[in-house]
């Protein structure tokens, strides 16, 4: 009897045991699981810590090459503000040649009154003969001759008498707007007469003349100085964006296109500047045109 319940205890506890084994087991598997669960994240984070750290190299290199570029403006800068300098000393200069230049011309054509210059073949062929200057104007010169008298354009002269007095191209006919006023032929009044021509006094109209002229030779070489800078603006905005293609094409990171844009931004607004510069050369000479005609 008793060794029967000896070995009723001896399997219960056996039972007891198992169940604990089991238990264990589960609580094991539990345990590993929440552990590989654990290793995943880790190595998760790890692999997006290396890429935000790759993503932080990229940038510092940026940064750093960034500041390298700044350091090399600074000095360009300084640079610009003496070119600027002697650009503006330079525009002076070649705007006081240019009106010693008018100036030198106009005294030619002036003297050119009473210069007789023998026979003179035509560009037509024609051959004229005792060829004596009477006028010479900026685009034409009237002349005497053994037939009587001619008024003759540039391109009806020889080089060497165009190069020797100077001479140039007509300028182009701008046909003058009619008053909104002229009711009846021509008449502001309406009462039918032609208006009065009104000429301006010819010590004025040379002073304003000479004041144009000025005016056009400022232009002039503000124009040329900054037919430079453009070229030269666009030739680095065009480098620095083939400086960021290479850069990309190559897997790395890139701020060249940053001042391509800058460059590029500076030369549009150049490029305008020579536009308007255009524009007001030619509404210049426009007026010069007309005060000439004024004074023929």
């Given at each position: 009897?008793?060794?029967?319940?000896?070995?009723?205890?001896?399997?219960?506890?056996?039972?007891?045991?198992?169940?604990?084994?089991?238990?264990?087991?589960?609580?094991?598997?539990?345990l590993?699981?929440?552990?590989?669960?654990?290793?995943?994240?880790?190595?998760?984070?790890?692999?997006?810590?290396?890429?935000?750290?790759?993503?932080?190299?990229?940038?510092?290199?940026a940064?750093n090459?960034?500041?390298?570029?700044?350091?090399?403006?600074?000095?360009?800068?300084?640079?610009?503000?003496?070119?600027?300098?002697?650009?503006?000393?330079?525009?002076?200069?070649?705007?006081?040649?240019?009106?010693?230049?008018?100036?030198?011309?106009?005294?030619?054509?002036?003297?050119?009154?009473?210069?007789?210059?023998?026979?003179?073949?035509?560009?037509?062929?024609?051959?004229?003969?005792?060829?004596?200057?009477?006028?010479?104007?900026?685009?034409?010169?009237?002349?005497?001759?053994?037939?009587?008298?001619?008024?003759?354009?540039?391109?009806?002269?020889?080089?060497?008498?165009?190069?020797?007095?100077?001479?140039?191209?007509p300028?182009?006919?701008?046909?003058?707007?009619?008053?909104?006023?002229?009711?009846?032929?021509?008449?502001?009044?309406?009462?039918?007469?032609?208006?009065?021509?009104?000429?301006?006094?010819?010590?004025?109209?040379?002073?304003?003349?000479?004041?144009?002229?000025?005016?056009?030779?400022?232009?002039?070489?503000?124009f040329?100085?900054?037919?430079?800078?453009?070229?030269?603006?666009?030739?680095?905005?065009?480098?620095?964006?083939?400086?960021?293609?290479?850069?990309?094409?190559?897997?790395r990171?890139?701020?060249?296109l940053?001042?391509?844009?800058?460059?590029?931004?500076?030369a549009?607004?150049?490029?305008?500047?020579l536009?308007?510069?255009?524009?007001?050369?030619?509404?210049?000479?426009?007026?010069?045109?007309?005060?000439?005609?004024?004074?023929?």
């Amino acid at each position: 009897m008793e060794a029967r319940a000896f070995g009723l205890v001896a399997v219960f506890a056996l039972l007891i045991g198992f169940a604990a084994v089991l238990h264990y087991n589960e609580e094991i598997d539990t345990l590993s699981r929440e552990y590989d669960g654990v290793k995943a994240s880790l190595d998760s984070l790890g692999k997006t810590m290396a890429l935000q750290q790759a993503v932080i190299d990229q940038k510092e290199a940026a940064l750093n090459e960034l500041e390298g570029l700044m350091a090399k403006v600074a000095p360009l800068e300084k640079a610009l503000v003496e070119v600027r300098k002697s650009t503006a000393t330079l525009i002076d200069e070649v705007a006081a040649q240019e009106v010693a230049f008018d100036e030198a011309v106009a005294n030619v054509r002036q003297a050119g009154s009473g210069v007789s210059i023998g026979s003179m073949v035509l560009t037509s062929g024609k051959v004229l003969t005792d060829v004596k200057v009477k006028s010479v104007r900026a685009d034409y010169m009237s002349v005497t001759h053994g037939l009587g008298t001619a008024r003759l354009l540039k391109s009806d002269l020889p080089f060497e008498i165009v190069d020797r007095f100077k001479l140039e191209d007509p300028a182009p006919f701008v046909p003058k707007a009619k008053p909104l006023a002229d009711a009846v032929n021509g008449d502001p009044s309406g009462n039918g007469a032609p208006p009065p021509a009104v000429k301006m006094d010819t010590t004025a109209a040379r002073a304003k003349m000479k004041e144009i002229q000025g005016q056009i030779a400022l232009l002039r070489a503000q124009f040329t100085i900054a037919s430079g800078s453009y070229t030269q603006l666009q030739r680095r905005a065009d480098d620095y964006r083939d400086m960021h293609a290479a850069a990309r094409a190559a897997g790395r990171s890139s701020s060249h296109l940053l001042q391509a844009n800058s460059y590029q931004a500076s030369a549009d607004l150049m490029q305008k500047q020579l536009t308007v510069a255009q524009a007001k050369i030619e509404f210049l000479h426009e007026q010069m045109f007309s005060l000439r005609s004024d004074l023929e």
